[in-house]
């Protein structure tokens, strides 16, 4: 993998990937594939099918582990062991199949195993739960009611959640896997507008596509 657009402004280099490697029965995926990420940019993340796109971010979040190769963040190498390390990281991936569960309401899924507790401690505070999630949703201007089911959300909002999500565990780099296929071009609007907020709070972003047309509404770098 070559970068072939250079950012125009300098961030600070949050993620490098060096010399990955990851073969699965009878399939070399990664041979010593590099991978930088910057603050503060949507590093888009291209190729065909099969090219290795998501395997080397599954990787980077915890699902698969490498065979070689060094992964650094903010200057010190890690190793990540599995999807909770990652997190406790700052690292979150929103895969192609969301990751909420339907019967639950907005707020519930943001904070799901993390909720508040009441006096009691086997009691969640529902209403302090509500109050946090509205709180995220001010900070990316979402308009979101934390009370409302999953299942009622349109695709669109379910990413929307996805990513208050995200922001909940202090991400500092989110990763995007395709998250416009199902989208409309109203809808794609709304994200890209998402995307330019995080942006601006120095989140690193990337975003898989296959879609090149979009790429440049809103990508600084390409990979």
């Known amino acids: 993998m070559n970068t072939l657009a250079p950012t ?5 280099i949050l993620l490098r990937m060096e010399g990955i490697y990851k073969s699965f029965p009878g399939v070399q995926a990664l041979s010593d594939c590099q991978f930088e990420l ?13 090219a290795g796109k998501s ?6 979040g915890g699902i698969y582990h490498k065979d070689a190769g060094h992964v650094y963040l903010d200057g010190k190498e890690v190793n990540i062991t599995g999807p909770r390390m990652a ?9 192609q199949e969301l990751n909420l569960m339907p019967h639950l309401t907005v ?12 006096k009691v401690s086997f009691v969640v505070d529902d209403k302090t739960t509500n109050e946090q999630a509205e709180r995220l949703f001010g900070m990316l201007n979402l308009q ?16 929307m959640v996805e990513i208050a999500k995200a922001l909940s565990f202090n991400a500092k780099i989110l990763v995007m896997d395709e998250p416009t296929a199902a989208l409309t071009d109203t ?37």
Not at 203 to 222: A, D, N, P, Q, W
């Open 107 to 118: 707020a519930q899924n943001i904070f799901i195993g993390r909720e508040p507790r009441s």
């Open 87 to 95: 997190q406790e990281l700052g690292i979150s991936i929103i895969h």
């Open 144 to 159: 979101l009611d934390p009370n409302t089911k999953v299942s009622d959300l349109t695709v669109a909002k379910q990413q």
């Open 55 to 60: 395997t080397l971010m599954k990787i980077l």
């Open 8 to 12: 125009s402004e300098i961030h600070e």
């Open 187 to 223: 809808e794609i609007e709304e994200l890209f507008s998402i995307t330019k907020q995080l942006r601006e709070k120095g989140v690193g972003v990337v975003h898989i596509s296959h879609r090149l047309e979009e790429l440049k509404l809103f990508s600084t770098r390409l990979t």
């Open 38 to 50: 910057r603050s503060g940019e949507v590093h888009a993340l291209v190729g065909e099918n099969g």
